[in-house]
């Protein structure tokens, strides 16, 4: 009983909807539409079609976005020589605090956005976090000196991953012992 009074209140809907005056404007012409006729392939990448007047070329391209070939997550990351210890060493040791931000006091961390390709080379660095524009250009010019990366596989070939890099700037001073072990606990 309850399905058949269903059916009656969705079909009267369906009716009245269709007959009111304000869907009567709204009805589509069908007979109006354009349909196109593929008419000539001569290769793959381009298609002619015909559209009652005039005949139209639609071209093909084949899809080349290198976004969709940097992975963010794959089976075996990419590796920096030695680890990541190794990594924060190199980092601090060729680190050149520029002068103005020692001035104004600035320190922080700086976040740069790279791609390690197939060969373990880092490509397109990109600042995610700034603090200053000194202390990005100095990220920057780190992260364009840094060795080849051991690359990243997927399926046991060699891909691109898109990776995010850190580079701290403290401003010296006595507490700064040891250079890389607080740094390394602040990350974990």
Known sequence: MKIRILHLILSSCLIFGCTSKFSKSKIMDFDSIQTAKLIDVPNEETIH??????????KYLPEENEETDIYLVVEVMPEFPNGLKALFDFIYDNLKYPSDALEKEIQGRVMVGVVIDENGSVTQPKILKSISPSLDKEALRIVSIMPKY??????GVPVKVRCTIP???????ADNASKTDSIIKSIK
């Open 167 to 173: 580079i701290y700037f403290k401003l010296p001073n």
């Open 49 to 58: 079609a015909y559209y009652d007047t005039a005949r139209v070329p639609i």
């Open 150 to 155: 051991k690359p990243g596989t997927q399926d």
